[in-house]
């Protein structure tokens, strides 16, 4: 388990940043999601790099549905699919879903639930070459899944048997800004901590140097002395060459 | 506290007029204090406007109590209510915890805002930033900005509009409100305010300024007396020197 809440990381680079008093000007939420989105990143880039299931996420009884009309993109009528349990890593060849499996009760030995089918991956494109195949060809016991959009997951050789729900693994991004837990322990590596404060302090010290007078508050705060009276005159214009 | 004897004592002895009858009470120290008091109210306004004061000058006029947000996410600050008239807005402060515990209670209607005199406030770990009306609506769905709807968790960012009357004559029977977001509906609130201080009516009150501010209430109130003096007195020209250098020294 963390040793790390994403309180202590947020609260940390705002307090570095000077941002915690009532006239700040990044708000706490805004460190939070660059957090997120630096975090995502870093963390994608340790799980490619490691064969580890620290960052691995099962869920179980995911409710399988057949979809009953079709509605653009990505709901296809009469297809098994699943809705996606948490937003995955967009690894190569869909690898941000480690396996899907399911239960059916036709082994003696009865090894785990989640050994017992897996699922193969598959794409949409690729689907019709594996009915070529008798050894290959997706059924209950030797079933497909693709993913389609961010959202679901498709079967293929499903569809004649009733399977409620499914056990899958995921190689998740964080939660959403609006529904992460800030005193939940941070699900990231902690050797990388370091590397996620200095980025995100980059990209707040980056942000603080944004001169107040790019927003429209109405007010003219630039001193008259500071203002050009004088017309400005580009470095290229015909009066600032010289003859060679 | 400021005893008042003690200011008179020293507005005496500046006058030179222990155990005289040229000035007196009622007719001479208090209307000068009391007009002291209103200018110090006025003077800190503008300090608290440009941020340059914080509330332990007043310590003595800070109160926090407890209220119940009516249906519309707002509520009446009512002077007949808490026997106190409102100076400023300091602080609002939503999801208190209470002493003691206890539930809020329900509503009379939608729009009628609860103040509770025996629920004390406890704590609470959010604060409302004020917005102004300009950017209170723009900012309701921008998820970085205090008083969006978006965020309801612990990282919810309040927000409160300045005091507003939404009344009409028939289907919304308040006067001016303030605005709390994200919703605080049926929920206790927390907020601290300050009390213009009361005003002087006998010798033997206090008024509610820190002591530290004798000398700027003593000077005030000279200069007050002076006024009545005519033009020119070395006592206007002396106590206007130094209320100018204490307010200074204040900012």
């Not at chain 1, 939940?184 to 901590?193: S, V």
């Not at chain 2, 029977?173 to 002087?200: A, W």
Request: charged content about 25%; hydrophobic content about 35%.
């Amino acid at each position: 388990m963390s040793n790390t809440i994403l309180r202590y990381v947020v609260d940390d680079i705002s307090k570095d940043l000077k941002q915690v008093a009532d006239d700040k000007k990044i708000e706490r939420a805004q460190v939070a999601y660059w957090v997120l989105m630096v975090g995502n990143r870093l963390k994608s880039q340790h799980i490619q790099k490691r064969d580890s299931g620290m960052f691995l996420h099962t869920y179980v009884g995911v409710p399988v549905e057949k979809v009953a009309s079709s509605s653009n993109p990505n709901t296809v009528e009469g297809r098994k699919r699943i809705k996606l349990p948490a937003s995955i890593f967009d690894f190569n060849k869909d690898r941000g879903i480690d396996y899907i499996s399911y239960w059916i009760d036709d082994e003696v030995d009865c090894p785990p639930e989640f050994t017992n089918k897996t699922f193969t991956r598959t794409t949409p494109k690729t689907s019709a070459i594996l009915y070529m195949d008798e050894y290959t060809k997706p059924s209950p016991s030797n079933p497909y899944w693709y993913l389609t959009g961010m959202e679901y997951v498709y079967f293929l050789g499903i569809e004649k048997v009733d399977v409620e729900s499914i056990e899958i693994g995921l190689y998740s991004t964080f939660d959403p800004l609006t529904e992460i837990d800030l005193d939940a322990p941070f699900d990231f590596p902690e050797e990388l901590l370091n590397v996620l404060k200095r980025q995100v302090l980059d990209l707040g010290r980056f942000v603080l140097q944004i001169p107040e007078e790019r927003r429209n508050d109405g007010v003219s705060t630039t001193p008259a002395e500071n203002i050009p009276t004088q017309k400005l005159i580009s470095v290229n214009d015909s009066v600032n060459k010289s003859e060679e | 506290m400021i005893q008042v004897q003690n200011l008179v004592d020293l507005m005496k002895f500046e006058l030179d007029a222990e155990g005289s009858d040229r000035y007196l009470f009622e007719t001479d120290y208090k209307p000068a204090i009391n007009s002291a008091m209103n200018w110090l109210v006025s003077v800190f306004n503008k300090a608290f406007e440009q941020n340059k004061l914080t509330g332990e000058n007043l310590r003595d006029l800070i109160k926090t109590r407890v209220w119940v947000a009516n249906n519309f996410s707002r509520i009446k600050f009512d002077e007949a209510v808490v026997n106190e008239t409102l100076w400023s807005f300091m602080a609002v402060m939503p999801q208190p915890i209470v002493y003691p515990t206890q539930t809020p209670p329900t509503l009379p209607n939608d729009y009628t805002s609860i103040f509770m005199a025996d629920v004390a406030f406890a704590g609470s770990d959010f604060s409302a930033s004020k917005s102004t009306i300009e950017k209170w609506n723009e900012n309701k769905l921008n998820v970085f900005e205090p008083g969006n709807v978006s965020l309801q968790n612990q990282l919810a960012n309040y927000s409160y509009l300045t005091e507003i009357d939404y009344s009409t004559d028939t289907t919304y029977l308040q006067d001016s409100e303030i605005e709390i977001r994200p919703d605080v509906s049926g929920q206790f609130v927390g907020i601290t305010y300050l009390k213009v201080p009361t005003d002087v009516s006998t010798v033997n009150d206090s008024i509610e300024f820190p002591a530290t501010l004798t000398t700027l209430m003593v000077q005030k109130s000279l200069n007050f007396i002076s006024i009545k003096q005519g033009d020119n007195t070395t006592l206007f020209s002396v106590t206007e020197n130094d209320v100018n250098r204490l307010v200074q020294i204040m900012n």
